[in-house]
């Protein structure tokens, strides 16, 4: 799933809960992988049960109330069998909730039941029933602000705040970037040939320049886009790629951001094309910079660009086994 810094430290913060099973708030921007995390979380947690997951968003609030506590024959109208609801069926085992900063204050109350006391009701019915479950929430939202808002009440953030997984944002991870390329490309119709043919090295360099506003789903659209525009056939280059990539997401002024932002995005240019055009020669592409090797490989770190060329960016030269890379 990655291996930039920034997921590795989020990776090792899930693997110090392997074995336990306390409740889990997955948070990150929209399209970062929460939900492929949260079942890493529980994969790698205590898997003895099963894993059920349900998104809370948009979901009316008497549906979602039945869908995750059950109710009894004719609770309501089309209520016609009994329902056990999600909790019940997850029994021993873990229930993923996504988008749970979206669920209403009466479900928000009966959710801190459950996770204070381990009881749910279904709807229709007086009985109160016991569960053990592991509840892993997670939400795109600013849950503290929420609660400052007082669209979220305090006492469930404390009980689902237990621990919190940050997935980071793809530009805090580009490293990664060629990886995910790499397997967007295997699984579109492009299916067997080798990446270096299939992309062009200045569509690499707007794919590690962007600022990824829409994360890991916005990356996966672009290249199925973009798989689409070449039609299969040829290289995609960077005039595949949609306006926004092509010019860096500079001429909208939101992604912009702050001039530190700004000067990294240039920073990030500069530094990836002096290396595409010494062939990733650290030593050479420093003394054309003007500074040293070691300073080089720092702010390589620091702009998270790969170590070493990815595959698309490799093959430009060896195309052109005589002169310098284009
Ligand atoms: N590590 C990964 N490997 C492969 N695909 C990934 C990875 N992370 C995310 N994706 C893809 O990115 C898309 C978004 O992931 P996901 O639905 O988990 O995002 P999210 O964080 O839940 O976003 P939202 O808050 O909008 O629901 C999915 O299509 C998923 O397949
Ligand atoms: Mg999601």
């Known amino acids: 799933m990655g291996k930039s810094r920034a997921f590795l430290e989020m990776l090792s913060l899930v693997e110090s809960l392997a074995g336990t099973d306390t409740t889990v708030l997955v948070t990150g921007e929209s399209g970062v992988g929460k939900e492929l995390v949260a079942r890493l979380i529980h994969e790698t947690g205590s898997p003895r049960g099963t894993y059920l997951a349900h998104n809370c968003a948009a979901i009316p609030e008497g549906t979602l109330e039945s869908d995750l506590f059950g109710h009894v024959a004719g609770a309501f109208t089309g209520a016609v069998g009994a329902r056990r609801g999600l909790f019940a069926e997850a029994e021993g085992g873990a229930l993923f909730l996504d988008e749970i900063g979206d669920i209403s204050p009466r479900l928000q109350a009966q959710l801190l039941r459950v996770l204070q006391e381990g009881e749910i009701r279904r709807v229709g019915e007086s009985r109160v029933r016991r569960v ?30 237990v621990v919190q997984v940050r997935v980071p944002p793809l530009r805090e991870r580009r490293s990664d970037i060629p990886r995910f390329v790499r397997r967007f490309l295997e699984r579109s119709v492009r299916k067997g040939e080798p990446v270096g043919e299939v992309l062009g090295p200045d569509a ?57 932002e700004q000067v990294e995005r240039a920073q990030r240019r500069i530094v990836l094309g002096t290396l595409q055009r010494h062939r990733w020669n650290k030593t ?11 300073g080089l490989i720092k702010m390589i770190h620091r702009l998270e660009i790969p170590m070493q060329p990815p595959a698309a960016m490799r093959r430009s030269w060896e195309e052109a086994p005589t002169g310098e890379a284009a």
């Open 132 to 161: 053990d479950v592991r509840v892993i929430a997670a939400t795109n939202r600013d849950l503290a602000a929420e609660v400052r808002a007082g669209r979220f009440r305090e006492d469930l953030f404390y009980r689902l705040n």
């Open 204 to 260: 690499m360099e707007s794919l590690l320049t962007y600022s990824w506003p829409g994360n890991v789903r916005q990356l996966r659209n672009e290249i199925e886009r973009a798989t689409l525009t070449t039609r299969g056939r040829g290289r995609i280059e960077r005039r595949h790629l949609s306006e926004e990539l092509r010019d860096g997401g500079a001429s909208l002024p939101a992604i912009a951001g702050t001039l530190r």
């Open 284 to 294: 050479r592409s420093a003394r054309s910079l003007g500074i040293t090797r070691q």
